[in-house]
């Protein structure tokens, strides 16, 4: 089945410094993916779609500038939150879909510790 | 604007049957997803529904009423690890991102 592969799974960081997280599909092209984010005891929100080639799409009241999606590839997409603070402390999720499935892959997750 | 209402929590008792609801609104509609997620955990597929009627896969099944906007997960022969947050998620088209409802935290008693 697919897979998608997320890393790192945990990162804290001290606050004003960056830090990217990385989303694979291993075993399928994913021209597109979807970057989500769920605060504790929180549903999943939708924070941007992640385009191979071209400009990522976010979802209103997400900062593009501060969460930067590159998808250079078709199995790569890349999120960078930039200059964090704690209150992006968060679990950060990447999803996949491959062709004709209706079948979202998630990766483990990513959780984000901003100090 | 999409909505998804489903109830937070749901306690049953092991080996029982239990059921999850759901409603939505949506502007355009495709498919009703169901997803499981264990505390700390990513979220796994479930099940999906694109047409009315009952899809079932082992202990778990799931139901679409498009004319409704309603579905529901049925767990069946409940075990202590099913406890977890269940999560019914809308998709408008074939390749456009998953709406999540708010999620139901299952709690599976002995």
């Known amino acids: 089945g697919a897979v998608v592969s997320q890393h790192p799974s945990r990162v804290i960081c001290k606050s004003g410094t960056s830090v990217k997280i990385e989303c694979r599909s291993l075993d399928f092209q994913a021209t597109t993916m979807f970057w989500y984010r769920q605060f504790p005891k929180q549903s999943l929100m939708l924070m941007a779609t992640?385009?191979?080639?071209?400009?990522?799409?976010?979802e209103q009241g997400v900062e593009k500038d501060k969460f930067l999606i590159n998808h250079a590839s078709l199995t790569l997409s890349t999120l960078t939150v930039t200059s964090a603070h704690p209150e992006d402390s968060s679990f950060y999720i990447c999803s996949a879909q491959s062709s004709g499935a209706n079948v979202l892959t998630f990766g483990a997750g990513s959780r984000l510790t901003v100090l | 604007g999409q909505s998804l209402e489903q109830p937070s929590e749901v306690t049953a008792v092991e080996g029982a049957i239990v059921q999850i609801n759901c409603t939505y609104q949506t502007s355009g509609f495709y498919g009703l997803s169901w997803y499981q997620q264990h505390d700390g955990g990513a979220p796994t597929f479930l099940s999906y529904n694109g047409l009315d009627g009952l899809e079932e896969t082992g202990r778990f099944s799931s139901f679409l009423s498009r004319s409704d906007s309603y579905g529901y997960l049925l767990l069946q022969e409940l075990q202590m690890k099913d406890s977890a947050s269940y999560f019914c998620?809308?998709?408008?088209?074939?390749?456009?991102?998953?709406?999540f409802g708010k999620g139901t935290r299952l709690s599976v008693i002995a």
């Open positions: 998620a809308v998709s408008r088209s074939g390749n456009t991102p998953l709406v």
């Open positions: 992640s385009n191979e080639g071209s400009k990522a799409t976010y």
